[in-house]
T-cell receptor
Framework: GAVVSQHPSRVICKSGTSVKIECRSL??????MFWYRQFPKQSLMLMAT?????????EQGVEKDKFLINHASLTLSTLTVTSAHPEDSSFYIC????????????FGPGTRLLVL | GQNIDQPTEMTATEGAIVQINCTYQ??????LFWYQQHAGEAPTFLSY??LDGLEEKGRFSSFLSRSKGYSYLLLKELQMKDSASYLC??????????WGAGTKLIIKP
């Protein structure tokens, strides 16, 4: 099946710093990438949808200036958590889909962020 | 509104069979997915149904009834590694995924 990677897998940072998370589709072209956040024992929450070459569409309640998303190529999307605070500590997961909207999303392994 | 209902937790015995049910209400319908998620890991794709009926894939099978807004995931010959959360996910008319909260499956020896 399709492979999606994320980097880093785990990051610990101080409050106020910015953290960049990369999501790559390794063996297919991802026209659409999704960013999710998951708090412990809760379901995934969609943060934003990004299409290659265009601005991301953010879900209600997600601050676009805090969570910067760049989808500059068909294989790479980045999520930057700016001025991170302890409440941003979470499991961030990206997924990617190629072509048709009804196709399966393939998930990256996730990035665990801990803000001290 | 859009809603996915599935049991919070289920327990089964190693080697047995378990069925995880899911009912959904979405604005339009473009398919029903099941994902498996082990603790601390990202979800992995298990199945996709868009037509009524049963899809079998090894030890796992998934069933869909569009008229009833109902699906189930059937796991046979349970193994300890099957202990995980199973997420029922519906795709609406805008191809957006509507996520259930997941069913935590506990396998006992």
């Amino acid at each position: 099946g399709a492979v999606v990677s994320q980097h880093p897998s785990r990051v610990i940072c101080k409050s106020g710093t910015s953290v960049k998370i990369e999501c790559r589709s390794l063996d297919f072209q991802a026209t659409t990438m999704f960013w999710y956040r998951q708090f412990p024992k809760q379901s995934l929450m969609l943060m934003a949808t990004s299409n290659e070459g265009s601005k991301a569409t953010y879900e209600q309640g997600v601050e676009k200036d805090k969570f910067l998303i760049n989808h500059a190529s068909l294989t790479l999307s980045t999520l930057t958590v700016t001025s991170a605070h302890p409440e941003d500590s979470s499991f961030y997961i990206c997924s990617a889909r190629s072509g048709r909207a009804q196709e399966t999303q393939y998930f990256g392994p996730g990035t665990r962020l801990l803000v001290l | 509104g859009q809603n996915i209902d599935q049991p919070t937790e289920m327990t089964a015995t190693e080697g047995a069979i378990v069925q995880i049910n899911c009912t959904y209400q979405t604005s339009g319908f473009n398919g029903l997915f099941w994902y498996q998620q082990h603790a601390g890991e990202a979800p992995t794709f298990l199945s996709y149904n868009v037509l009524d009926g049963l899809e079998e894939k090894g030890r796992f099978s998934s069933f869909l009834s569009r008229s009833k807004g109902y699906s189930y995931l059937l796991l046979k010959e349970l193994q300890m590694k099957d202990s995980a959360s199973y997420l029922c996910v519906s795709m609406d008319s805008n191809y957006q995924l509507i996520w259930g909260a997941g069913t935590k499956l506990i396998i006992k020896p």
